[in-house]
């Protein structure tokens, strides 16, 4: 052994360590109480410590011949960095090893039972203390976790926008509409006014103030709106490289001409948006010669290149879906697969799962099956384009059919009664520099229609065609609403003399006939809107409970597996079910099946959990980067009166939704009159306590926007004649008032206490 002059006394952890990587021979605890000096209770005080070093992870636990191991700890910290389908994956809170090896994802058991409901559920970010254990034996890096407790968070993430004040103090702005404070930030990090960072707590202390992390740009440049969702949201961007180099290689998969249908020769459309980034469907049909059709839905045979068990598919279940911004999409798949080979795009060889539809006179589908295909799509067709040549006439034969067969579709639908609701959808447009140069209600045509019932038959018939043969079935479910919606229901019909009977069946035919009943438009609006609060939210599962909505009793999404696993999962489904698979890859790049895997086929739930949440999370995001747009849209408009609707009341003031644009915003009750205002909860209204004025749900009001906010998606309305002695709102956007000042490229408000407000001191 070299020979090198150490301290003499018991060693620390880090001496013992630098000792063991100098030594030219295995070094024992008698080497190392040699080399150090150690005598009598110093021997067993450095047996103890060599114990403690060999749990921590830090040296291996053989007495004999120590050596780093740079190992997960028995008992150590980790933090949570991510969640896959319920199963929870952290990494050790420190990991520094020598070797610069990337650290071990450790599968975390969270406690069962009363000890589970005690504790919330672990997030991305979260830290615990957990006891650790190799399982399949040592050096498997297999490892798991057994929580002890949770840990406080040494840093949060959190996004903003920097701010000065007159002295040159830095402040965080927030980005999101529910929260109103700045916070002090203490290390500006290079960041400049006006920008908008990640920062994190400097401290323990409140008072500590917040560090910039990272310096992300200009908040209200072009894209910066659908990248402050992204981020907010956790929303997964960058696919892994071994998903990008599999996904190549799916991409040039030969399809078999011997085990697909070949369907080239029919002209299959495509009818979509203008603006759509991938073609999932295609329609076609033709006269039975009995008064019905035989159509066919064509869907892109996404399961044929996404295959279970690789990293591209490990990467589409994370995302669970594509999102879609008006400035992006993020999408599920990477481009090679979702824009291109994947996508149905016409005049080329495409693979597709094929549902064959036999629709009867009365528009019932009488018989159906499902095929793999070869299709080539004669053309994609925008939906105003395609509505324009059935309305002037120009329609060629097979346009002409496929109206003729959505005409039986539609008098079934209508024997179904599903729920009809009037839900406008907004469409922000930009223009090429992605500025805003529009922003619209979406209009609802015949065409959009057509493709609508099409998709929602083989939707059916993917659903049926599973349960005829007792598979694991993906069903799309939204379940009746619970009584504690129909009480509120009941209540607030009652306060405007109409009646909700709770004795009989409740259906979606009902809650048409009570919406046809209301003649008076804003009665009418009063009344859809209680009727969509009163709905649940639609979820993924494997067990099935219907499709009250639609009034379907089994559903399944089967149409777009581009942009959604769960209709790859039916695609996989019917692939083993109905004996579809294709001959294995010569490429073993890419795994040799194409249905479901065993894991799936085991527990549906787990991945319907996932996918759900993953759909939740998608229509937040979506829906906060609309507002944001919108609110910049309108920042150059404060101080101009919109006809509004409210569309909500609570006892802090009304949401009011501008008409023809959707945009909503809150009027503080404050505004309303220098009275107060009681809230009648059961009638959703706001009663003044002296006048009797009114504001109630669906009520048309002449608004004036005060304040429009694009960092939050805030808006902000109050009346156009406020009362004498009452505050008007505080601009905060928009037109720049007199007080307000420049400090970089962004406007700046005076920061403190608003003049109206005094200081009363502390109370004694």
């Known amino acids: 052994m070299a020979k090198t002059n150490f301290p003499a006394g018991l060693p620390t952890r880090q001496q013992v360590l630098d000792f063991i990587a100098q030594s030219a021979e295995p070094a024992g605890k008698r080497e190392i109480a040699k080399a150090f000096g150690l005598r009598g209770t110093e021997k067993i005080a450095l047996k103890a410590l060599l114990k403690d070093m060999a749990e921590e992870g830090l040296i291996d636990g053989n007495r004999t011949a120590f050596h780093a191991m740079g190992g997960v700890p028995k008992v150590t910290v980790l933090r949570v960095v991510e969640i896959d389908e319920g199963h929870v994956l952290a990494i050790p809170d420190s990991w520094q090893p020598d070797d610069a090896s990337p650290p071990p994802r450790l599968r975390v058991i969270e406690p069962k039972g009363k000890a589970r409901d005690r504790q919330a559920a672990l997030k991305p970010g979260d830290r615990v203390l957990a006891r650790t254990e190799e399982v399949g034996g040592p050096g498997s890096g297999k490892w798991l976790a057994h929580p002890m407790k949770k840990l406080p968070q040494q840093s949060e993430q959190v996004m903003g926008v920097v701010e000065l004040d007159g002295v040159g103090k830095g402040w965080l702005a927030p980005i999101d509409k529910r929260e109103r404070h700045a916070a002090p930030i203490s290390d500006l990090g290079g960041a400049e006014a006006g920008q908008l960072v990640l920062a994190e707590p400097a401290g323990r202390s409140p008072r500590s103030g917040m560090r910039v992390t990272a310096v992300l740009g200009d908040p209200l440049a072009p894209r910066a709106f659908s990248l402050i969702a992204i981020h907010k949201h956790g929303i997964p961007m960058a696919f892994a490289p071994e998903a990008l ?25 495509a009818i979509d948006p203008s603006d759509a980034r991938d073609h999932d469907d295609a329609i076609w049909a033709e006269p039975d010669g009995e008064g019905g059709f035989r159509a066919l839905v064509a869907i892109a045979d996404v399961s044929f290149y996404v295959r279970p068990g690789g990293q591209l598919d490990r990467d589409a279940r994370k995302r669970g879906n594509s999102v879609y911004f008006p400035d992006r999409v993020v999408p599920m798949l990477p481009e090679v697969l979702s824009a291109d080979v994947c996508s149905l795009k016409s005049g080329a060889d495409r693979a597709a799962m094929a549902c064959h539809l036999h629709i009867a006179a ?19 067709i925008a939906y105003e384009e395609a509505q324009a040549r059935i309305d002037e006439d120009r329609a ?97 019909l009652a306060t405007f003399d109409r009646k909700l009977s709770l004795g009989q069946v409740i259906t979606p035919g009902l809650f048409n006939r009570m ?22 939210q639609a979820y993924y599962g494997p067990r099935n409970a219907g499709h009250f909505g639609l009034a379907l009793g089994s559903y399944a999404h089967f149409t777009s597996p581009i942009r959604r696993y769960a209709d790859l999962l039916v695609h996989r489904a019917l692939v083993d079910a109905y004996g579809l698979e294709q001959p294995r890859p010569a490429d073993h790049a890419v795994p040799a099946t194409s249905g479901l895997s065993d894991r799936d086929r085991g527990d549906l739930a787990r991945v319907s959990d996932a996918i759900s949440a993953a759909e939740r999370r998608a229509m937040e995001a979506e829906r906060e980067t609309i507002d944001r747009y919108v609110a910049a849209w309108l920042s150059t408009r404060v101080g101009e009166v919109f006809d509004t609707r409210i569309s909500g009341v609570q006892k802090f003031g009304l949401f009011a939704t501008i008409l023809g644009l959707g945009g909503d915003g809150l009027v503080p009750v404050s505004t309303l009159g220098a009275e107060r205002f009681n809230y009648d909860e059961k009638a959703q209204r706001l009663v003044g306590e002296l006048s009797g004025e009114e504001f109630a749900m669906g009520m048309i009001l002449k608004l004036r926007l005060a304040e429009a906010n694009p960092l939050t998606g805030a808006l902000k309305f109050e009346p156009v004649d406020v009362a004498e002695g009452v505050q008007r709102i505080e601009r905060r956007g928009g037109k720049l008032d007199a007080k307000a000042k420049f400090r970089g490229k962004h406007m700046v408000g005076q920061r403190g206490r608003p003049g109206n407000i005094r200081h009363q001191g502390k109370r004694r």
């Not at 009365?362 to 994609?380: N, S």
């Not at 059919?401 to 079934?412: F, G, I, M, S, T």
């Not at 639908?413 to 090429?432: F, N």
């Not at 046809?516 to 804003?522: G, P, Q, Y």
């Open 362 to 380: 009365d528009g019932r589908i009488k018989d159906f099956r499902f095929t793999r295909a070869l299709v080539r799509i004669h053309e994609v």
């Open 245 to 269: 180099d599999e996904a190549q290689v799916a991409a040039k998969l030969p399809l078999s001409h011997d085990h697909r249908e070949d369907l080239r020769a029919l002209p299959i459309v």
């Open 515 to 536: 919406l046809k009943d209301v003649t008076d438009e804003a009665e009418k609006a009063l009344v859809m809107e209680a009727v969509l609060r009163s709905q649940t």
């Open 396 to 492: 060629e034969p097979h346009l002409q059919n496929l109206w003729a067969a959505w005409r039986l579709l539609e008098k079934a639908r209508a024997a179904r009664d599903p729920l009809e609701l009037e839900l406008p959808e907004r469409r922000v447009m930009l223009d090429d520099q992605g500025r805003i140069a529009q922003i619209a209600l979406r209009e609802r045509l015949d065409a959009h229609r057509v493709v609508e019932d099409f998709m929602i038959a083989a939707n059916v018939a993917a659903a049926k065609a599973l349960e005829a043969k007792t598979a694991p079935v993906v069903y799309r479910i939204h379940e009746p609403p619970s009584r504690e919606k129909l009480l509120a229901l009941k209540d607030y």
